[in-house]
C-alpha cells in the first residue's frame, strides 16, 4: 500500500485520470473518443511505400494517413518487408505537431505485472527492481512462465509477487497474443488485430503497480464496470476501488490543480519559480530565485532553490507530459558540492518516473540537459489549440502598433484615389485606442483633403484585424 490514491472520472465527453502522491496532483491523463487510434492498439497493415533514404516505411493501418514504420529495431528479429506486403505492427506513439502515428513490427502485450514481448525472444527484469535477490528470483522464475516462443519482461510491480500471479497473468497475455495471431488470418489488411483498452482500464493495468491507497472511480456505474474488469485481471485491486457521485474532479479540487498545469510560471514553496516554455522538440525550464529578502547568503538561497526546483521539475514533467529534450537552467551555483546535492535530487525526483528519462551532467553554464521518451500529446496541447488571434506566437500586436498600420492603410487608400469620408472598422481594443489619439489618421486626413473620420467597433475582429474604407 502507497500513498497514493487514484481518481477515475467517465464522462461522456471525456475520461480523466488523476494521481496524487502524498497529497500533491503527480500526473493527469484524458481520453477523448476522438482519441483514435489508441498507442498499444495492433493492426495487420499493408506497406504503401519503402523509403529507403530514413530506413522507414509507409504502412496503411486504415487512417486517413499512413502510419510510419522505422526499420531500424536491432533486437527485432522480422526479416525485411517489401511493398504491398501485411505486417503486424503496433503503434507506439499518436500522430503529435503534424507528424505521422509511429509503429513498430516488435509487438507486445502489457499486463500489471508482466509483458508478453512476442517480437523480442528471451526474459528481461525491470530496470527499476534494485534488490538484488528479487531481481535474481525473478530472472529464474520468468523462463519457466515464459509461453513457448514468446518473450516475456517482468515490470516494476511484479518485485514481491507470487509465482501463482505472474503465471495466472503470463498464461492470459498468451491467449491474447493467440486471439490476435488468429485475427491476422482472417481478412485483408488493413485490419485492426486488438484495439488497446480505454484509459480507466489502462489507469489500473500501468498505474495501480504498488497497490494504491484507494482508486475513487465516478460515476458509480463506472466504478462497478472497473470492479469487474479488476475481478478478472488484477483480483487485488478490487478492495481500494470505491465508487464516487460525478462532480469528482471538482469535489477533490483537482479541476483547479488540473488548470494550473496550463500556467507558465509554477511557483515554488521558498518563494522562488519555475518559468516552463516549450517548443515543438524543445522545452526550456528556467529557475528563478525568490524576493532578495530570503534568509541566508546568496550561495545558501541557490543551492535551496535549486533543490526545491529539482524535486518540482520532475513532478511538472509527469504532470504536463513533457518529452523531447528538456533544458533546465539552473540558478549558478560554483560550489560542485552544491551541484552533487541538487543532481542527487533531481535523480532521485525522476526515479517515480515511469517513463524513461535520460540525465546529462550540468555544463559550466548551469544548464542540465535530459530526453524524456515522448508517446503522447502534452496536457497543455490537448487541452488548449494556438490562439486565433496571434496565430500561436503568444503575442500580438500592441495597439500603438496596430493604429499606424491602419494609419498606413488610410495613406494608401487616400493616395490611390480613395476621398473622404474614411470608414475605420477595428476591434473594440483598437477602437478605443484610435479615439484617444485619432490626431493621428485625422492629420492624415488633413493633408488630404479634410474629412470625416468614422471610428467602427467591431466585436468579430481580433486585435490585428481591421477594415478600411474611403469613398
Keep these: 500500500m502507497t500513498d497514493s490514491e487514484i481518481y477515475i472520472e467517465v464522462e461522456p465527453w471525456e475520461e480523466r485520470v488523476a494521481v496524487r502522491e502524498g497529497g500533491s496532483l503527480a500526473e493527469f491523463f484524458l481520453e477523448r473518443p476522438g482519441d483514435i487510434p489508441r498507442v498499444g492498439s495492433i493492426y495487420a497493415g499493408r506497406v504503401l511505400a519503402i523509403l529507403p533514404g530514413v530506413r522507414a516505411a509507409l504502412v496503411e493501418i486504415g487512417g486517413s494517413e499512413p502510419a510510419f514504420l522505422p526499420m531500424r529495431e536491432p533486437e527485432s528479429t522480422e526479416s525485411p518487408i517489401a511493398r504491398g506486403q501485411t505486417v503486424l505492427v503496433q503503434i507506439v506513439k499518436r500522430p503529435l505537431n503534424g507528424k505521422r502515428a ?81 485475427k491476422m488470418k482472417e481478412g485483408p489488411a488493413p485490419l485492426c488485430l486488438r484495439e488497446e483498452v480505454p484509459l480507466r482500464v489502462r489507469a489500473l493495468r500501468d498505474l495501480a503497480g ?50 494550473q498545469t496550463l500556467d507558465r510560471r509554477v511557483w515554488l514553496r521558498g518563494g522562488g519559480s519555475l518559468v516552463i516554455d516549450s ?133 494608401r487608400s487616400l493616395k490611390s484615389g480613395g476621398k473622404p469620408p474614411v470608414s475605420v472598422r477595428v476591434s473594440p481594443r483598437i477602437g478605443a485606442y484610435l479615439r484617444e489619439d485619432s490626431k493621428l489618421l485625422r492629420g492624415m486626413l488633413a493633408a488630404h483633403g479634410n474629412g470625416a473620420l468614422a471610428i467602427v467597433d467591431d466585436p468579430a475582429l481580433a486585435c490585428e484585424d481591421f477594415k478600411v474604407t474611403a469613398s
Design 279 to 411: 517548443a515543438e522538440a524543445l522545452t526550456v525550464v528556467d529557475v528563478n530565485s525568490g524576493s532578495p529578502a530570503e534568509e541566508g547568503s546568496a550561495e545558501e538561497v541557490a543551492l535551496r532553490t535549486n533543490q526545491e526546483a529539482a524535486q518540482e521539475v520532475p513532478r511538472q514533467l509527469r504532470l504536463r507530459g513533457i518529452g523531447g529534450i528538456i533544458v533546465v537552467d539552473f540558478i549558478d551555483m560554483p560550489d560542485a558540492e552544491h551541484w552533487r546535492q541538487v543532481m542527487e535530487v533531481l535523480e532521485g525526483s525522476l526515479r517515480r518516473d515511469r517513463v524513461k528519462t535520460q540525465v546529462a551532467p550540468p555544463s559550466p553554464f548551469g544548464v542540465v540537459e535530459m530526453t524524456r521518451k515522448r508517446v503522447d500529446e502534452t496536457t497543455h496541447h490537448h487541452l488548449t489549440e494556438a490562439c486565433p488571434a496571434c496565430g500561436g506566437r503568444g503575442r500580438t500586436l500592441s495597439p500603438a502598433s496596430v493604429a499606424i498600420l491602419v494609419a498606413r492603410k488610410v495613406m
Design 102 to 182: 509511429q509503429l513498430t513490427r516488435m509487438a507486445s502485450l502489457p499486463g500489471r505485472f508482466v509483458v508478453l514481448t512476442p517480437g523480442v525472444a528471451g526474459v528481461k527484469v525491470s530496470r527499476r527492481i534494485e534488490d538484488g535477490k528479487e531481481k535474481e528470483r525473478l530472472e529464474n522464475l520468468l523462463p519457466v512462465l515464459a509461453p513457448a516462443g514468446l518473450g516475456l519482461l517482468a515490470r516494476t510491480a511484479a518485485a514481491g509477487k507470487g509465482e501463482e500471479a505472474l503465471r495466472a497473468e503470463a498464461g492470459r497475455l498468451a491467449a491474447e497474443w493467440r486471439k490476435v495471431e488468429a
Design 210 to 259: 504498488a497497490a494504491p491507497a484507494r482508486i475513487r472511480v465516478a460515476p458509480p456505474s463506472a466504478c462497478e464496470e472497473l470492479r469487474e474488469v479488476a475481478r478478472e485481471k488484477f483480483p487485488d485491486l478490487v478492495a481500494v476501488i470505491v465508487p464516487e457521485e460525478s462532480g469528482l474532479f471538482w469535489r477533490a479540487g483537482l479541476e483547479t490543480e488540473v488548470e
